[in-house]
C-alpha cells in the first residue's frame, strides 16, 4: 500500500518553522540568553559607571535612569525584535538567492 501527501509551504509556515526553532530548542534560547544577558551587562555597566565618572549631580543619575528605562523597553520587546529580525532574514535571502524551500512537494511511503 502506498501513502502519498501532497505539502505545500508558504512564507508563514517557514517563519513559523524558524521561530519555533529560534524559541524553544536549546540552542535557540542559549543564544537569546546570552544575548539579553550581554545587552543587561553593556547597559548595566554604562548605568553605573556613568554617575562614578560624572559625578552624583542630577544630569548623570538622569542618564542612568534613561539607559536603565531603555534596557528595560529593549528587554519587553526582545522576543518581538527577534521576530521582526527573522523576517527580514527570510526576506534578505528570498531578494537574494530565491526561496530559502521548497514550495511544494510529495511525500511517499510505502508499506
Not at 532574514?89 to 521548497?102: F, L
Amino acid at each position: 500500500m502506498k501513502f502519498q501527501f501532497h505539502v505545500t509551504i508558504n512564507d508563514e509556515d517557514y517563519l513559523a518553522f524558524n521561530r519555533f526553532h529560534l524559541f524553544r530548542f536549546p540552542y535557540g534560547k542559549r543564544r537569546l540568553l546570552q544575548t539579553r544577558l550581554l545587552f543587561v551587562a553593556i547597559f548595566g555597566v554604562a548605568s553605573l559607571i556613568t554617575p562614578v565618572l560624572c559625578g552624583f549631580d542630577g544630569i548623570p543619575l538622569l542618564v542612568s535612569g534613561v539607559l536603565l528605562v531603555g534596557l528595560g523597553i529593549y528587554q519587553l520587546l526582545f522576543r518581538w525584535r527577534m521576530d521582526r529580525w527573522l523576517r527580514g532574514q527570510i526576506k534578505k535571502i528570498k531578494k537574494k538567492v530565491k526561496a530559502p524551500y521548497t514550495p511544494r512537494s510529495t511525500r511517499e511511503f510505502y508499506e
